[in-house]
């Protein structure tokens, strides 16, 4: 332990030599760890979103009630009442059709525009009602049925299928995290193997005078830390470049988005993708140098 | 020190290297092994660092056994070691100084103390203005210093020394046996191997093990 401490220097500068010694390929196996690590990425990112988006529509556990054509404009508040007044839902407020009208002029944002081709406002008015998640169905079953309300819009399918795609970007998050797995162990011992014949002779030599094979293999272990952590430092800024331009040109066309506040995002993936890839650097160089069988 | 039983060793190939192997090396002594070409001297050096296994019989270097000790048990062996061999197997792309410090680094000396050592080693071997070049371009002579120098720095309890005569004029190689004779001490045992038994006909307070065939003849004196 004491000889690993006072080499600290001896140990860098051995992996420089062993990096420069490869120069070409060790910078493709950079490259293409970074590369994988960056898909890796993109994988978590769209997760953390989808994730966010459910978490969020629970929380809105909230539909629509559209009035039926004949129903009185003057009679539609005594319904929104008689709606509060029922299990499971937590309130109720008229959305009028003025109010429709202006929320999707904020959706629209610059393509409000086209709304000022109709003459007369397009939009209906309805009964905004807040529910609680776990009544959704028997509320809407409810709403239905009651006098006055022409038909129920729920999020309940969007919700649905924002759960899939989160659910699938989970998954396909799993195969990323193996396939990087694998693909790293496989370039890190490929490397370290590369390594230790090209320095056949020394690490005889080392063996002659005694040397542990924890003091041979060390450089090696760095090595593949010091390459993997480069590659995960690449996919980490280039994963925030990625969200800063996304969240630029998205950000505005579709406000109604519940995205993750951005530097949040980022600051997640700058942190991760390194931490994986210090993990992946660490236990791939062990598993590289292990799969050298040990000799006198 | 060194105890041997009835050693032999057979290479694979089915050469006998070595038969009946006995001896009994002490602390402080100071060994030649001598012995034509090709007679097994080498194969004995091999031996005791644990390069080969007895085929037959029990070694032990140290108190330790050699016979098929773990890997991690025969590095220990070695790190009280100090080898010159034949050949030197100096590590290329490295400076004189980097060399003998390479045969430290493992055995827990701090860097300051490690390097001072070091140095002492290459002023012992008189090559301290060459303690800066790369290896590869120093000449055999040098070369044999450096490796000697890498020996002696560890402090080994054991210096192995394996035809370091062998390249040498008379007064070259009569230096060469002085400087390492010079590192024997009540602690430190010396093992020259060397063809050239005129070089120390006149030897006293020695052991002299004469290798022929793979048998071996000890004689002390
Ligand atoms: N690795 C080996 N495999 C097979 N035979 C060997 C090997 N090493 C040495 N020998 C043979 O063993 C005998 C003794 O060799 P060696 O110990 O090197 O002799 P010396 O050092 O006295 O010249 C020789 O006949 C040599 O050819
Ligand atoms: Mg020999």
Redesign the interface.
């Known amino acids: 332990m004491?000889?690993f401490l006072?080499?600290i220097?001896?140990f860098i500068k051995e992996s420089g030599r062993i990096i420069r010694l490869n120069l070409l390929s060790n910078i493709f196996s950079v490259i293409g760890t970074g590369l994988i690590l960056f898909l890796l990425g993109v994988v978590i990112t769209g997760t953390d979103i989808g994730n966010r988006l459910v978490v969020m529509l629970n929380e809105e556990a909230e539909v629509n009630g559209y009035f039926s054509l004949e129903l009185a404009s003057e009679k539609r508040d005594a319904l929104a009442v008689k709606i509060s007044n029922m299990d499971g839902v937590r309130s109720t407020r008229i959305v009028d059709e003025d109010e429709a009208k202006t929320r999707m002029e904020n959706i629209l944002g610059e393509e409000a525009k086209i709304l000022e081709l109709f003459d007369d406002n397009p939009f209906e008015a309805f009964v905004e009602i807040r529910i609680n998640v776990n009544a959704m169905d028997s509320v809407i079953d409810n709403v239905k049925n009651t006098a006055g309300i022409e038909y129920v819009r729920d999020n309940r399918e969007v919700l649905e299928k924002i759960q899939d795609i989160t659910y699938a970007l989970k998954i396909l998050g799993y195969l990323m995290i193996a396939a990087v797995g694998i693909t790293t162990l496989i370039i890190l011992s490929h490397m370290i193997r590369q390594g230790i014949y090209n320095n056949k002779?020394?690490i005889?030599?080392?063996?002659?005078?005694?040397?542990?094979?924890a003091?041979i293999g060390f450089p090696y272990v760095l090595t593949g830390i010091l390459l993997t952590l480069l590659g995960g430092i690449i996919a980490a800024l280039s994963i925030a470049l990625l969200i800063n331009g996304a969240y630029d040109s998205i950000g505005g066309t579709i406000p109604f988005l519940p995205l993750p506040v951005r530097e949040e995002l980022i600051d997640k993936m700058t942190l991760w993708l390194p931490a994986i890839s210090l993990a992946l650097g660490f236990f791939g160089s062990l598993f590289g140098l292990s799969s050298i069988r040990?000799?006198? | 020190m060194i105890i041997s039983n009835d050693v032999s060793l057979i290479y694979p190939d089915k050469t006998q290297a070595l038969i009946d192997i006995n001896i009994d090396i002490r602390p402080g002594e100071l060994v030649y092994i001598t012995g034509p070409s090709g007679s097994g001297k080498t194969s004995l050096l091999k031996l005791i660092?644990?390069?080969e296994y007895p085929t037959t019989g029990s070694l032990s270097v140290f108190g330790k056994s050699i016979n098929n000790s773990r890997?991690?048990n025969?590095?220990?062996?070695?790190?009280?070691?100090g080898?010159v061999?034949q050949e030197f197997?100096?590590?290329?792309g490295r400076t004189s100084l980097e060399n003998v410090m390479?045969?430290m680094?493992?055995?827990?000396?701090?860097?300051k103390q490690?390097k001072t050592s070091a140095n002492e080693a290459l002023e012992k071997v008189g090559l301290s203005h060459k303690k800066l070049s790369r290896v590869e371009n120093l000449s055999w002579g040098e070369s044999q210093r450096v490796a000697i120098a890498?020996a002696v720095a560890?402090k080994p309890s054991l210096i192995l020394a394996d035809e370091p005569t062998g390249n040498l004029d008379y007064d070259n190689a009569i230096n060469i046996l002085g400087l390492l004779k010079s590192f024997m001490n009540e602690n430190t045992t010396v093992i020259i191997t060397t063809h050239a038994t005129h070089l120390i006909k006149d030897e006293q307070n020695a052991t002299f093990i004469s290798v022929d065939k793979g048998r071996i003849e000890i004689e002390r004196r």
Do not use: C, H, V, W
């Open positions: 004491r000889s006072f080499n220097g001896y002779d020394q005889n030599t080392l063996k002659l005078l005694g040397s542990p094979g003091f040990e000799r006198r | 660092m644990g390069m890997s991690g025969i590095r220990k062996i070695r790190r009280s070691i080898p061999f197997k100096l590590i290329e390479m045969g680094r493992f055995l827990g000396a701090m860097p490690m890498r560890r």
